[in-house]
DNA sequence: CTGTTAGCGCCTTCAA
DNA sequence: TTGAAGGCGCTAACAG
C-alpha cells in the first residue's frame, strides 16, 4: 500500500490534480475558499503526504542541503553541523551528511552523490590538504564542484578554499582567521613569559594545521622570540597524546640542575592538547607547573577540563550557519554576514606557576 | 545550464535510452560490450551523473536514511550519528539529519519530511518521554510513524519505543538495558563502602533518566542499602550543575564534626556527571576526597577528564549502526545482531579516598 | 540483446 | 479561477 497521491486527493475532493496541487503546495492564490476547504480534508483524510522526489524532479531543486565533513563525532564537527542543521531550518531544507575521512576521492564521491539528489547547496567543512599525494585527488574534487556549480549547485568551503578550484559562481569560502588567531595567542602567550615554546602539528601540508603554525611562528617572532620546534603528528588526540610523551621525556631529562625554562606547548586543536596533556600528566607531570598547554577551537565539551585549557575560541555554530546561509544566497542579509572572528583565551593551563594558588581556577 | 540526462547520453552513443539506463545503472547483464563502452564513455564526456530523484521516483524507493536526534552537537548522538552514517555508508545510502529538542511533535514533522522524501527507514534516537504533556503530541508522532511503516518504511528507535505506537511491521527498537546497568553500577559502587548516595536524574517522565534512575536504586536495595534521594533537574549538563552546587552546600553543611559519610553521586549521564563534578570543585569540594561522581555513557570525549570519571560504557557507535541495519531488513544477518550490552567502568572519580595515593590514575 | 512504450507523482504553461 | 496537457529524468514492462 503505497502513500496516496496528489491526484488520489484530488478526485476524492472532485477536483483536477492541478488545483489540488495548488491548494497543498502552490504559492499562487487560491481563494476557491470552498473547493480549498475540501481539498484540505481530503488531503487529510487520506494522510496525503507530498512526495518530494516527484516536487524536486518536476521543479528541479531539491530542498536538500548537503554536508561534508571529516567524522560527525568529532566535537569540531558536531558544532558546525549544528550551525548547519540550524541554518537548514530555517530554510525549510534539510541537511544530508556525509563523512569522509578527509581523503579527497571521498569527498568528491560524497559531492557527486549530493549533485545526484540535486542538493540545493554543498557545505564542506573539514580542512584542506596541499600534500602531493592528494594533488590528483583535489584535482578531481575540484572538477567536480565546478561542475556542481556550473549547474547551478552553491558551495561553500569552509576555512581554505578547495586547492585547484576556480572561482566559479556560486563558490563560497567561509574564510576562518587561523593564522591571525595564531599568531595573537602566540603574543599573548609570548608576553611577560621566560619559556621554551613547541607546537604540536598535524601532518604538514593540512592547511588549519599549517596555518596555525605559521601564525604562531610569526606572534612569537614579533614579540622577539625565536622560532618554536615543530612535532608533526596525527591531528587527532591520538596524535597529541604522542608527541606529549615525546616531550615528557625531554622535560623529565631537563629537569636536573640545569637552569631550564618552562615549556610551553601549543597544540594546533584542543584535542590534540587534551592528547599531550593526558600524555604529560601519565608521566607524572602537572600543568601548568611543569609545562603550560594550549589549544585551538574552544570546543565546548572539553571546557570542564581541568586544568582549564586556554585556547581560541571559535565560533564553530555560527561558522556552520553562515556557510549554509551564504551557499543559500544573498536572500537574507544583502550586507553578507559578518567575517567569521576567534577570540584568544587563556585559562589555567598556561598560568604562570605561583606555586601557592592551587584554588585559582580560570 | 542544467546536467546532463541520460537521454542526452544515449543519443550521443547513438543507443536508446533504456540502454543507456541498463549500462549506467541497471543490475542485469549487458554484455553489449562494444555497446557499453559506447555509452560510458559518452556518459564520461558529459559528466553524466544520474539524477536520484528521478531514480527514486521510478522504482520508488530513495536510498536514503532519516535520522533524527535531540542536537548532533551532543557527543551522545554525535557518538550514535556516526554508527548510522557507517551503516548508511555499507547500504550505499545516504543520511538524512533532523534534529528536533526532545519535543514529539518536532519528531512528527522529521518523520513526515523523512516520508514525503520516501527515504527507506528512520532511526530514532533521542529518550522517549511519558509525560502527560507530551501525551498528544506521543499519540501523533505514533500516528505518524505507523502510517510510515504502513507505507513500506522501517523505523528503528533507540531505547525506548514510542509510546503507543503499535508494533507494527517494520517496526524495531534497539534496546539499551539501561536498568540493567544502572543497578549492576549501584552494586559495585555500594560494595565496601559506606557511604550516602544521590541520584541527579533528569525530568521525571524521561525513559532514560527514569530507567537509570530505577535500576540504580534497585541496585541499592539490593545490596542492603536505603533508597537514594532523586534531585530531578535538566538532562544536561547545565542540569547537573545546578544540582552539584545544591549538593556542595549539602556537603558543606555537614562537614563540622558530625561523623558524615562521603556522598557519592550518580548522575543519569557522563555530561551532567561532569556539570555536577564542576560544581563541586567551584565551591572548593574536590573528588573523590570529598564526594565520589558516577556517570552513564562513557563519552569519548570525556574520557581525559580528571578524575576520571566512573562510568558504564555503552556500545553507542554499534548502538546506532544496529539501528540501522536493523531497519535495513533482515539482509545481512539472520541471526540478528546480539543485544546491546553496556560495562560498568569504575575510575579514579568514584574511588575510596586513600589520603597519599595522590598520582593513581585510573 | 536492444528499442518502444508507459508511467512514477508532481508542477506548469496554456486554454477555457 | 479552474482544468487539460505536457514534461521533469529515469526505469520497467513489453515487443522486436
Redesign the interface.
Known sequence: ???STLTEVARLAGVSPATASRVLNGSARIPGKDIADRVRQAAESL?Y??????Q??AK?S?G?IG?IVH?????YF??I??GV?EAA?EQHK??????TVGAPDSEKEAV??F????ADSIVIAGSRTSRAEDLEGNTELAAELD?YC???GHVSVIGHGIVGAAAADGYHVVNVPNEELAAHLATELATSREEDFVIVGGPEGLFTSDDRIRGFQRGLASAGLPAADVIRTDFT?AGGFEAGLALAARITASQPGTETKRLCIFAVNDVMA??A??AL??Q?LRIPRDAAVAGFDD????R???PALSTVHLPL?EIGRQAASRAAGPSADDAGSPPITGQVILRRSTEVAHPTSA?S?A
Open positions: 500500500m503505497a502513500a494522510g503526504i507530498p512526495n518530494a522526489q516527484a524536486g524532479l528541479s531539491s536538500l554536508l567524522d560527525i563525532a568529532d566535537p558536531a558544532a553541523a549544528r542543521q531550518r534539510m541537511v544530508l551528511l556525509a563523512t557527486a552523490a549533485a545526484a539528489r540535486r561542475r556550473r549547474n547551478g588526540r587534551i592528547g596533556a593526558a600528566r601519565s607524572g570546543i565546548e565539551t572539553l570542564d577540563f581541568r555554530e584554588e581556577v
